[in-house]
């Protein structure tokens, strides 16, 4: 017979269904969802479910009645297991033969007995009555009787945690508040996707995003506060490794990783990186950007008090806040400025004082500045620490991979991530924001191959109508199984939709990049879209003569580009 259960995850911490540890049970409910309706109903009504109505074979309706017949089946089988009360959260997936039940747990054993219990008593639709009430008191008895097993691994930090998620923006956010944190004197650890730190030095590289990068920053000797990059990855996946932040950052939420994980919306999306505001100590702060709907909300459903940032000083978002009694972080006569209802407005420092922001033009950056800021103060660091910090926050020597500029001869190199279409519309504006009168922008695509389509149409068509040449530079160990050919095309159905038919690809992002290097004349700008190839891009930019921009020289660049 087959088996309904698709997928039993354990989930170590906080996640998109509770805040504490739970195991997430993702089920094939064809039988159910396909059965005549008398059939379906007679199941329900033998599970002690009375008045219920099925719905057509295999629509939405049906979907819901299954919704309510696997709640009831939990409660039933906990209740025989003498649970008293549990938790019980059932989701519909995309699929409408699908769902995902979740429950809390305290003992992994126990727990993942009881996940195998709910499978057996479903997988035993079409039963007689009598049989499958005996079925549900004998599975019952054996998740009374299993050994309990371990506790959740979830760690209680003895030392300050920021966590800080978001789509855009997240890691030159982080770096930003460890960096001020070191600026204040203390010893700070910071996980994220590029490894674990500890006073600024790596410790160990890889992708550290998830619930183990956590671990591995409070682990570490000596330690006085801990930055955590939290991505979406990892919350699907393995839950939030801490009970508790002090301060939660949430930058924004715009489209990326979409039909992944069973996330197939912005909403959906949003409602995973809201976990870590909902884990919020009470006396602690939720920091949200107040320009993005999305992430606003959010505040409403966190313990902790909200601080809002915005580069609007007029923004409802900061009104609103203020009225509540929570503070805002916005730019005022040019002044990264702090307001709060019971003080005067507190300017800091000047945003053209800030490198990362590139003189003001790097809007995103002046947001990740302004988050930085409500995160440090939040903590109570010094007014100047953060000035220090962010004064001194150097885009290519402590923000690797993120608006690195090099001068090449007599023109700009910049390195960026920008993984995604707000991504690439940032990089895009740095470019703009550093070309002379008469450059052009000459830019390397690329995409991990686990994108949707219409993610990397949309960037092939951003990157055509915004520079003056496109090639196409692939991420070779990212691929994740898709040929670069079919990424060419569909990179290429972005460009052709807005009239650009000459896009060359190459087979990494380095070769991408000397490609346009070699392309490259006076006053031009090239960029390259880099995840894998950083190292070995500026390794080669350094034996071509590149020079590494200080922030003087990308204010000069800047007001150059101005006149």
């Not at 805040?19 to 159910?32: G, I, M, P, Q």
């Not at 691994?153 to 800080?164: M, Q, S």
């Not at 053209?352 to 800021?373: F, K, Q, R, W």
């Not at 990179?491 to 290097?517: H, I, Q, Y």
């Amino acid at each position: 017979m087959s088996t309904s259960k698709v997928e039993l995850r354990v989930l170590d911490g906080a996640n998109l269904y509770f805040s504490r540890a739970a195991v997430k049970l993702t089920l094939d409910l064809s039988a159910l969802i396909d059965a005549p309706a008398p059939a379906a109903k007679a199941y329900a009504s033998a599970l002690g479910l009375g008045a219920t109505r099925p719905g057509r074979i295999g629509s939405g309706f049906r979907q819901r009645f299954a919704i309510r017949v696997v709640g009831h089946i939990v409660r039933r089988i906990a209740r025989e297991a003498g649970i008293g009360r549990i938790g019980v959260r059932v989701r519909p997936e995309a699929d409408v033969r699908r769902l995902v039940v979740a429950f809390p747990w305290a003992h992994e054993q126990r727990a993942r007995a009881l996940g195998e219990a709910i499978v057996e008593v479903v997988d035993a639709f079409g039963t007689e009555e009598t049989e499958l009430a005996a079925l549900v008191t004998a599975v019952g008895d054996r998740v009374r009787n299993e050994p309990p097993g371990n506790p959740p691994p979830t760690l209680r930090p003895k030392v300050p945690v920021v966590a800080v998620t978001g789509t855009n923006g997240k890691t030159t956010t982080s770096r930003m508040i460890a960096h001020i944190g070191r600026a204040a004197g203390l010893h700070v650890g910071w996980s994220s996707t590029d490894g674990v730190y500890f006073d600024g030095e790596l410790v160990e590289y890889g992708d550290f995003s998830g619930p183990s990068g956590a671990g591995r920053v409070l682990s570490q000797p000596g330690i006085q506060l801990a930055v955590t990059e939290t991505a979406r990855g990892g919350i699907l996946r393995r839950g939030i490794g801490v009970a508790s932040n002090d301060v939660s950052v949430v930058t924004n939420v715009t489209a990326d990783h979409l039909g992944l994980g069973g996330i197939d919306t912005v909403d959906q999306l949003a409602e995973v990186k809201a976990v870590i505001t909902k884990i919020t100590r009470p006396r602690g702060w939720c920091v949200v950007n107040g320009d993005d709907p999305r992430t606003f909300a959010m505040r409403l459903d966190s313990p902790a008090k909200c601080w809002v940032f915005s580069r609007d000083p007029d923004s409802p978002s900061i009104r609103t806040v203020l009225e509540e009694g929570g503070r805002a972080t916005t730019v005022l006569d040019g002044f990264v400025t702090v307001l709060d209802n019971s003080s005067d407005a507190e300017p800091l420092l000047k945003v053209t004082d800030i490198p990362m922001t590139l003189s003001g033009l790097s809007h995103y950056n002046v947001e990740n500045a302004l988050a930085a800021t409500s995160a440090a103060l939040g903590l109570n660091l010094p007014k100047a620490a953060v000035v220090e910090g962010l004064s001194s926050f150097s885009p290519n020597e402590n923000n690797p991979g993120r608006m690195n500029m090099y001068s090449v001869r007599d023109f700009t190199v910049v390195i960026d991530l920008a993984h995604n279409e707000a991504g690439l519309e940032a990089l895009l504006e740095i470019m703009n924001g550093v070309r002379p009168e008469g450059g052009r922008l000459l830019l390397a695509l690329g995409s991990p191959g686990d994108r949707a389509d219409e993610m990397v149409t949309a960037m092939g068509a951003i990157g055509a109508r915004g520079a003056d040449r496109v090639v196409i530079g692939h991420k070779d160990s990212y691929l994740r199984g898709r040929p670069p050919a079919e990424l060419d095309e569909v990179f290429r159905e972005g460009t052709r939709s807005v009239g650009v038919d000459d896009v060359p690809s190459f087979p990494t992002e380095l070769d991408a990049a000397k490609a346009l290097v070699a392309e490259a004349r006076a006053g031009d700008v090239v960029a390259v879209m880099s995840l894998q190839d950083r190292a070995s891009l500026d390794a080669w930019l350094r034996s071509e003569g590149a020079t590494v921009d200080t922030p003087e020289i990308l204010k000069s660049k800047v007001e150059r580009a101005q006149h």
